[in-house]
Every structure is written in C-alpha cells, then in structure tokens.
C-alpha cells in the first residue's frame, strides 16, 4: 500500500467509525479485566466483532474486512489464554468469531468479481474505440511526419556535405522554416565561459531584432531559460508572455513560440526555437523534429568548427616550423639532433663551430633544420643511412658513459636533472666545457631522437676555478692569520693577563694595609681581569681550535657539541655513520668552520632544546646535517640573497661550500626548526 492510499483511508470518516467501534467493543470485552471491583453489567460478547468486519468489507472491500477479522483474532486471543477459566472454550468462540469473519469477507470479495467483470466488459468496449480513433488519428500524423522526416533528412545531407557554417545556417534555416510551417527560427549557441547565449543564425526577422538579441545571459528571456533548464518551452502568445525581457520581440509581433535545447551527451549547447505571428498549436512531434534538427546544425556547426581550428592550427603549425627553423640555423647555442644510435641527424652552426668543424666541412644535409628530415618524418634505418657524423667523435668515455646514463632516464621516463656538465673533445685535441640540456624526441608514442642544446661554458668554468683557487688562497691566508693572531693571544695576551691577575691578587693578600674601599675596588679588578682573559681564551679557541690539528675533525666536532651543551644548555648529539677517515687538512677547516657557525647560530638565535649533529662518510662525499627544534626562520628565494638579508652567517657557509666544490642545503620554517645539510667531495 503506497502512502497516497494511506492518507486516503486515514481521512475517510468510516475508518474512525469502524476504529471506535472496535475500541467499544473491547472494552466491553475486557470490563472485568479493566474494573475488577464490577464489570458494570457489561458482558463480554465477541461476536459483536463482527459488526466493524462486516462494516469495514462494505465500505473498503473483501481485503480490508479480511484484516479486521484477524485484528479482532489478535484482540480476543490474550483474554482466551490469559482470563478465561475455560481455555478451550473460550479459543473455540474467538474462533468461531473470526472463521465468521472470513467467510464474510470472502462473500464481499465474490461479489465484487461478478460485479467487476461487467463493469470491465463496458470498459473494455469504451477503451478499444477510443483506441481505434487514436489509432486513425496516430497514423494521419505518422503519415506527415513521415514526409517531414524526408525533409529533415534532405536538410542533414546538405548539413554533412558542408563545412562552410554561413553556407549551411542560409541553406538549413530556410528549408526548417518550410518543414515545420513556421515565420520566424534563432539558433544560439551556449558560451559556458561566458555563460551566455550567442546568436549564431536566424531567419525571418529583421537585422535589427536579431541585433537586439544577439546576446543573452544563461536564464535570461525565453532562451536564457530553456538552456539554463535543458526543457522545451512552448509559448502561446509572446506578446503578453511576461518572461520576455526583450520589448523588440514585442515589437516584431511573434505570438506563438517552440523553443528546445540543443544538447550534445546530456549537456545543453544552445537552444533552437521556431515561432509565428499568429497563434498556432505545437505538440510533441513538432517539439520531436525540432530537436532532432538542433542536433543536426550543432554536430554540422562543431565540424566546422572543429575543421576551421584545425586549418587554424596547421597554420600555426607552419608558422612555429619556421620559426623554429629560423631559431635552430641562428641560435648562438650549438644545437643538435641525433637518433637513438647517437648519428647526427641535423646540426647549426653554432654546434659545428663548437665542435671546432668549419661549417663548410659538415655535409650539407646535417647543416641547418629540415623539417622533411625531422625525426618525426624519417624512419629507422633512413635515419641511419642520413649521417656520417656521430657523437662518439667528440665525446670520451667518460663523457660517453654519462651520455649513456641521461639516455636511460629520458628513455624510462624519469626526471633528469638538466642541465648537466658536458665535456667534449675538440677537433684540435682540446677539451671543451658545455652546459647541456638533452630532449627526447617521440613519435606515436615512440623515442626516435634526441634533441640537444649546448652552451660553452669552458671560459666561465676557467674563471670560476680562478675565482676558486684566488679565494683558497684567501681562506688559507685567513685560517694561517687566524692561528698566528690566536698564538699570539694564547702565548702573550693571554701570559699577561694572568700574571696581571696574579699580582692583584698578591695585593689584595695584603688587603689588611688598604683602606676598605680601595680593597673592594681591587676585586672588581680582579674579577674584570678573570672575564677578560676567559674572552680572549675563547677568542683564540675560536679563531683556530688546537684539537681539529691535533686530533681531527670528529673530535673537533665532539667539542662543539659539548661547548654547546656547556654554554647554551642545549642537548646535543653527534652520530657518525660509515667508515670514519681523516680528509683533506683544508676541507676539514673548511666542514669545521660551516658546522662552528651553525653551531652559534643554534645557541645564540633557535632558542632549541635539542639539536643533532650527523657526519656520513660516503666513497664519494661526505655530507654534514645539523638539525635543531627551535623556532626557525623564513627562506629567503634564493641563498644569494643571504648577504642582502643580512644573514652574514650563512652566507659564509655557503661561500665555504662552494670553495669545497660542494653544496649547501638549508630547511626551516618558522615554528618547525632548522636543518642544514653539507656535502663535501673526498
């Protein structure tokens, strides 16, 4: 029973009739159950029940008198068993009742079939002859549907035939115009971008009308809404409908309007809609066909749409080809293109003159770009058969091998870190430094070619390891003056201050012969003199630790860490992982002096509880992290903005990488902590 019955029955005042008397007559079964000091005279009866059974078949039918009876089952049942001193007596009476009951209902429900079946006799005379008209009536319409079909399907030929859009819209609109018996036809197209309608074709209104209405918000006017709702719209008389929003429909004197969505996968595109200046009737077939049309001219329009972008993109395709022609022949950097085998497909002059080959020497078919010859247009062996130049001409082993690595990756997908250093081998015997930058180039999915573009960078890399060796010589000078100024500190400053000390103190031995005042003024002396020498002492640890000479680079690092204990009451830990060796006198100053400086700047500015000091000692490099959980700080874009931030520290850690030949990496953020990585070459 679904629940619109549900509510029917419940507001048909017979249900509360028959649910009063039912409620009656249980009281009056149950009155020594319900008043055990007197039942009243009332006298349990349960064949009353059978007064709302028959009531009930009467009104609401043979099924719902069945109902009743087992309810009023259910009703004398816990009397019969829990009450009643005659058990079997009082089951038989219930039911007695209820076998009463059922027959009852059974009666009403024979009675109902006779009465149905002729009832449904007359029904079914009635319906087969308003099925007979409709059916006449169905085949009058399939018979002009069928020729406006031939029509339509006339209009979708030349539609298919054409992808001139102006030529099919001129054409199309007319021939629906004559199909559907209509005056007027618009076709928008749907702008999502936008989200708005655009006129894209109509047919019989003025240019002016059609200017007005040229473009309409998504839900505005009678188009707006059909495409913002995806359902058609008839429109009996346009002149009073007050959904217009446009006075010049108003004005063109359109009365009666079909509009429907034109759709593509369930998503509206736009909408198409026919009208007339007399009122007129549209039913389901013309609401059918028109659909039916709007699909045609939006499949016809997005073909010659899709024809027209892609004439626009071989254009394009053309004009990028001889750009990129024009840019590979002039570039200043040697660009070249090799298959998979490494023979050189094509190359500029600017790679021949790398290479050290006279433009004139390389083969007239490798110098330049053609795009006939590109790797996309040549097949495998063709590709070989083209080149008389390889790389392996000018490439060593060495080089090769790392050539070999970069192929891998770019073959197997991977990210490669470009650009890369390159050597090269001249034509004159001498090396060449490149920066080099290496594509893979495909075809359906397949590698066919590498594209590469290199860059000399040889006077640089001259001038940087000038730079280089200028700046050791620097931080040699620097380190050599450091340990001389802190011998000196360590040797005199420091001998002086002591014997200073001392002979203050032998005076204030004798303090029993000064004044009081004189005396306290001596301690104070005294006590300038002992911090003043403590300075200088770590002045002169500072400037050159006499344990990284003596013991090496781990216990100097063991120093820094439990000074940094010591003075900062910062925990602090230091791992070592690997095989522990003894470097390079230079890069052990140098990795000292990074980790001293992180070290301070963990103590004076992460106000951290904790921090960590890990030294791994790899067959190629060793690297250095110190990690701390203090408050961090925020990275600046890029490390050589350090020294214009102010942050004098890290700039020189920086500098100090560099001059190891290594790298510096720095990670914090505020609230997180600070991590600063080293990596050194052996």
């Given amino acids: 029973m679904d629940r619109t019955t549900v509510t029917a029955v419940l507001r048909n005042p017979h249900f509360w009739v028959i649910l009063a008397l039912m409620a009656i007559f249980s009281v009056q079964y149950y009155a020594e159950q319900i008043w055990p000091w007197g039942n009243f005279g009332l006298v349990a009866y349960p064949v009353l029940y059978l007064i709302p059974v028959v009531y009930c078949g009467f009104i609401f039918g043979a099924t719902a008198a069945l109902v009743t009876a087992f309810t009023a089952l259910l009703i004398m049942l816990p009397r019969a068993v829990f009450f009643s001193s005659n058990l079997p007596g009082a089951l038989f009476e219930a039911g007695i009742v209820t076998l009463i009951g059922v027959l009852a209902g059974l009666m009403l429900k024979v009675r109902e079939s006779k009465m149905g079946a002729g009832e449904d006799r007359q029904i079914v005379a009635e319906t087969l002859t308003v099925t007979k008209n409709k059916l006449r009536s169905q085949t009058r319409k399939l018979m002009s549907y069928e020729k406006k079909l031939d ?30 018996g209509a005056e007027a036809i618009l076709v928008y197209r749907l702008n999502r971008e936008a989200g708005e309608l655009n006129l894209i074709g109509y047919e019989g209104v003025s240019g002016e009308f059609a200017r007005e209405v040229d473009k309409l918000k998504l839900g505005e006017g009678l188009n707006g809404r059909v495409a913002q709702s995806g359902k058609p719209l008839v429109v009996k008389d346009g002149s009073t409908d007050p959904r217009l929003t446009r006075e010049v429909v108003r004005q063109e004197g359109i009365k009666s309007m079909l509009i429907v969505p034109i759709k593509c996968e369930d998503e509206v595109q736009g909408t198409i809609g026919i009208a007339n200046r007399e009122y007129r009737e549209f039913d389901e077939e013309d609401e059918k066909l ?23 993109m071989m254009e394009q395709l053309r004009d990028s080809e001889r ?104 034509t004159d015997g001498t090396m060449a430094t490149i920066m080099l930058t290496t594509n893979l180039i495909a075809r359906d999915g397949e590698p066919r070619a590498f594209q590469n573009i290199a860059r000399d960078i040889s006077k640089e890399k001259q001038m940087q390891e000038n730079m280089r060796l200028y700046i050791q010589q620097i931080t040699r000078a620097q380190e050599k003056e450091s340990s001389r100024i802190a011998r000196e500190l360590h040797d005199s400053t420091a001998q002086e201050l002591i014997a200073l000390l001392h002979q203050v103190e032998g005076l204030l031995r004798d303090r029993a012969k000064l004044p009081l005042s004189e005396a306290k003024a001596l301690w104070r002396i005294h006590e300038q003199i002992k911090g003043i020498l403590q300075e200088v002492r770590y002045f002169s640890r500072d400037l050159r630790p006499s344990i990284l000479d003596d013991l090496g680079l781990r216990a100097a690092l063991e120093w820094l860490v439990e000074q940094l204990e010591i003075e900062h009451k910062v925990e602090c830990h230091l791992i070592v992982v690997g095989q522990e060796r003894r470097l390079a006198s230079e890069t052990e100053v140098m990795i000292f002096r990074i980790v001293q400086e992180a070290i301070r700047n963990i103590g004076k500015h992460s106000q951290a509880s904790k921090a960590e000091v890990t030294v791994k000692f790899e067959q190629k490099e060793t690297a250095i992290t110190v990690k701390d959980n203090g408050v961090g700080f925020q990275l600046l874009e890029s490390v050589g903005n350090l020294t214009r931030a102010g942050k004098l520290g890290l700039a020189g850690m920086q500098e100090r990488a560099q001059l190891l030949g290594g790298s510096l990496s720095i990670q914090s953020e505020p609230g997180i902590g600070t991590t600063i990585v080293v990596k050194a070459p052996v």
């Fill in 290 to 312: 028109l659909t039916t049309i709007g699909s045609e001219i939006y499949i016809c329009s997005e073909n010659a749409r899709l024809y027209q972008e892609q004439a626009r």
């Fill in 151 to 180: 029509m339509v399907s006339s209009i979708c030929n030349q539609f298919i035939d054409t992808l001139n859009m102006e030529r099919v819209l001129h054409y199309g609109l007319r021939k629906i115009l004559e199909v559907m």
């Fill in 323 to 426: 750009s990129y022609r024009e840019l590979f022949e002039s570039a200043h950097d040697a660009i070249w293109i090799h298959d998979l085998h490494g023979n050189i497909l094509a190359a500029n002059e600017a790679a021949a003159r790398l290479i050290g080959f006279d433009p004139e020497e390389i083969p007239g078919e490798l110098l330049g770009y053609d795009s006939e010859k590109a790797p996309y247009k040549v097949e495998g062996h063709e590709m070989r058969e083209l080149s008389s130049l390889n790389v392996k001409s000018f490439l060593s082993e060495e080089s090769l091998s790392l050539a070999r690595e970069m192929r891998d990756e770019l073959l197997q997908g991977h990210m490669a870190v470009q650009p890369y250093e390159q050597q090269i081998m001249r």
